[in-house]
């Protein structure tokens, strides 16, 4: 099947996007608090907190819900391979969930706490004995995963609203040892603090089910294609999403932090959706078609970057590494983000030079053939 260009665009923006978020958590050593509002230092308090505050309006959950979109489309698009060729489905799709599983455990437990990858692996199994039910049933699930999500969000919020907010405790014991521990001592702590770590990539099912089926349901609908069709639903979803999402992301600025979980799990899903939209108006246009052109390069190797990115932050914040991690200027976290976006234009162009397929892709395509059943279907789930 032809590679589609709109694809590989919008999952480099999505792997950049992620980071742009998680850069705080490295930068920070891992305290949750600083993710969030704190009632102590509200956004207007100074011009530092402004700039975290006003960068999470734009991209926290909102790059995770695009990548959580992509999955779903990938999936249906191997589905439909696997239709036209006549094999079963899912059949050997569950092998590459599994693979996926054990990626996940391992960048875990070697890298990153709040890694996503095993709640993608467990959501695709779930997922792909729906994606192959008749539209009406697909909008069901759709329905019971998404009113799921929405019930247990906004019971959260309500709570937070009656105790004025809240916040994580425990974080001085991670932030500790992210700033002076071994690296071997914080894959222990993240072994032996699984559950805890895990508690939102379980949570979160619900909405990855959701966002999944709605990625397959726009693949089917040509929302991707290059058609005249295909563009003008792109640049409605562009319209309704930044004129909907947009003052629903805003409620960040509620003082408090009250509608903080609100707005990562509920507002920044509908976001989502508008950016999809504005970047595929953007390249439609050609704007910037060097910079893009370089977003999909990143996208080729949407898993090798990822597991990069997140490597070298790892590098430049923990005490394992250069210890930069701490105190630090928003400014500051905003240039290591940027440099580390540079770096993997970079890499990923220069590899693509020289290879067809980035290195974790092509370890990927080699384990890909599952031990009980040969299949044809090759690629990576991103």
């Known amino acids: 099947m032809k590679r589609i260009a709109l694809l590989d665009i919008l999952r480099g923006f999505a792997i950049i996007g992620t980071l742009g978020t998680n850069i705080w958590l490295f930068a920070y050593l891992g305290d949750l608090n600083k993710m969030f509002s704190d009632p102590l230092e ?40 696997a239709q036209r060729e006549g094999y079963t489905w899912p059949g050997v799709y569950i092998w590459t969930c599994v693979l996926l599983l054990i990626d996940g455990l391992l960048h875990y437990t070697l890298v990153m706490e709040y890694d996503v990858l095993m709640s993608y692996a467990i959501t695709g199994m779930i997922v792909s004995f729906i994606i192959n039910r008749s539209r009406r049933f697909i909008l069901i699930m ?13 019971g959260i ?11 994580f405790n425990g974080m001085d014991t991670i932030t500790g040892l ?9 894959v222990m702590f993240r072994l032996s603090n699984f559950g805890f770590f895990r508690t939102e990539s379980i949570a979160i099912i619900p909405l990855n089910v959701f966002l999944f089926l709605l990625g397959a349901l726009l693949m089917r609908a040509q929302i991707f294609s290059d058609h005249d069709s ?34 990562r799990y509920i507002s920044a899903p509908v976001l989502t959706l508008g950016y999809l939209g504005l970047i595929a108006y953007m390249m439609n246009k050609n704007i910037f078609p060097r ?13 090798s970057c990822y597991i990069l990115q997140n490597i070298i932050a790892s590098a430049l914040f923990y005490g394992w590494g250069l210890g930069l991690g701490g105190q630090l200027s928003s400014l500051f976290i905003l240039l290591v983000w940027a440099s580390i976006c540079v770096i993997l234009m970079i890499f990923s162009h220069l590899w693509l030079r020289r290879f067809r397929q980035g290195p974790i892709e092509w370890v990927w395509r080699k384990l890909s053939i599952s031990p009980a059943a040969k299949d044809t279907s090759r690629s990576t789930p991103m």
């Open 42 to 81: 509200p956004w207007w308090s100074s011009w530092d907190k402004l700039l975290q505050t006003m960068m999470m309006v734009l991209v926290n959950g909102k790059f995770l819900g695009l990548l959580t979109l992509l999955f779903g489309a990938g999936m249906e698009m191997k589905r439909q391979k």
């Open 291 to 303: 910079l893009f052109n370089r977003f999909g390069e990143i996208g080729k190797m949407a898993l």
């Open 230 to 263: 295909g563009r003008l639903k792109r640049r409605n979803l562009m319209i309704v999403g930044l004129a909907v999402g947009i003052p629903l992301n805003l409620l960040l600025l509620v003082p408090g932090g009250i509608m903080d979980l609100f707005v």
């Open 142 to 154: 759709m329905g019971i995963a998404g009113g799921v999500h929405l019930i247990g969000i906004t």
């Open 157 to 167: 919020t309500a709570l937070l609203a009656l105790e004025s907010g809240s916040a």
């Open 178 to 186: 992210y700033a002076s521990g071994t690296w071997w001592e914080q």
